[in-house]
């Protein structure tokens, strides 16, 4: 996982609550044995629609998400968080997550960006007016802004998952900061005990 500090891009106006992660990635597509591929299917069943956002040119090569809320909710799997990190998105902005999507998108560098529904509704309404529209989110900070339409806010991140995004620290990771200590351990442990490799 990539150390995660500061987002800054456009974005991609999803205005849509109770997005579940059925939609986010079809079930069709979790037939796939890979980590990768799964931007093709994101929303994949929406995007059948000439007119859904993700078909429109101006916003192409967004990297953040502004959706509506209660975005991620539903079955807990990981695929939703692949898509929209294959897809290219690196921050999703909503009013409210779903808890087991939340916990999945921090562990795998994807920031979830929880802000008031009056935020979030101004974000929509700001980027669908202009795609150009720049959005910056700090991690260190906590706080994401959109100078040009006057849009500037806080957002609650844990320490605990603060410093895992700014260290690019995923679960193997957390537990390779330990290695020393595991492989002095290791060298300690009676020869006679069960033993797992070569």
């Given at each position: 996982?990539?150390?995660?500090?500061?987002?800054?891009?456009?974005?991609?106006?999803?205005?849509?609550s109770?997005?579940?992660?059925?939609?986010?990635?079809?079930?069709?597509?979790?037939?796939?044995?890979?980590?990768?591929?799964?931007?093709?299917?994101?929303?994949?069943?929406?995007?059948?629609?000439?007119?859904?956002?993700?078909?429109?040119?101006e916003?192409?090569?967004?990297?953040?998400?502004?959706?509506?809320?209660?975005?991620?909710?539903?079955?807990?799997?990981?695929?939703?968080?692949?898509?929209?990190t294959?897809?290219?998105?690196?921050?999703?902005?909503?009013?409210?997550?779903?808890?087991?999507f939340?916990?999945?998108?921090?562990?795998?560098?994807?920031?979830?960006?929880q802000?008031?529904?009056?935020?979030?509704?101004?974000?929509?309404?700001?980027?669908?007016?202009?795609?150009g529209?720049?959005?910056?989110?700090d991690?260190?900070?906590?706080?994401?802004?959109?100078?040009?339409?006057?849009?500037?806010?806080?957002?609650?991140?844990?320490?605990?998952?603060?410093?895992?995004?700014?260290?690019?620290?995923d679960?193997?990771?957390?537990?390779?900061?330990?290695?020393g200590?595991?492989?002095?351990?290791?060298?300690?442990?009676p020869?006679?005990?069960?033993?797992?490799?070569?």
């Open positions: 996982m990539q150390p995660v500090h500061i987002i800054t891009g456009t974005a991609v106006p999803l205005d849509r109770d997005v579940d992660t059925d939609q986010i990635i079809p079930s069709d597509w979790l037939k796939r044995v890979e980590r990768t591929g799964f931007g093709k299917g994101l929303f994949a069943e929406w995007r059948d629609e000439r007119s859904f956002v993700l078909n429109q040119p916003y192409a090569g967004a990297t953040i998400l502004v959706a509506g809320p209660r975005f991620g909710t539903g079955s807990s799997r990981e695929h939703a968080v692949w898509a929209l294959d897809y290219g998105f690196q921050a999703v902005i909503s009013p409210r997550f779903g808890d087991i939340r916990n999945n998108a921090t562990k795998s560098g994807l920031l979830p960006v802000v008031d529904p009056e935020v979030g509704a101004a974000l929509l309404e700001a980027v669908a007016a202009d795609p529209l720049e959005i910056t989110i991690v260190e900070r906590g706080t994401l802004s959109a100078p040009a339409a006057g849009i500037e806010a806080a957002f609650p991140l844990d320490e605990h998952t603060r410093h895992r995004l700014l260290n690019g620290l679960d193997i990771g957390l537990s390779l900061v330990h290695a200590d595991i492989d002095a351990f290791e060298d300690r442990r020869a006679w005990l069960p033993a797992v490799g070569p």
